[in-house]
């Protein structure tokens, strides 16, 4: 369990990596903003779909460690 949370550890750090990214490109996007613009909407898209996986990464770093019988 220890190694998969190493794991769930590096990617939320390589999200946030992306999800900075992300944002600071949004923050540069040209005004005005059609709401149809596609890149934007894309943009828009993925970071939404990467903040939903981050929190969940989140909740199971938090989540206390699953009941093992004792061997």
């Not at 939404?48 to 989140?58: E, H, I, N, Q, T």
Request: hydrophobic share 35%; with cysteine; charged share 35%.
């Amino acid at each position: 369990m220890d190694e998969l949370r190493i794991l769930s550890s590096r990617l939320q750090r390589e999200l946030q990596s992306r999800i900075d990214e992300l944002n600071a490109e949004i923050s540069r996007y040209p005004g005005p903003i059609a709401r149809c613009d596609a890149q934007l909407g894309g943009l828009l898209e993925e970071r939404a779909r990467l903040l939903r996986l981050a929190d969940a990464l989140r909740e199971f770093e938090t989540s206390p460690e699953p009941f093992r019988e004792p061997a």
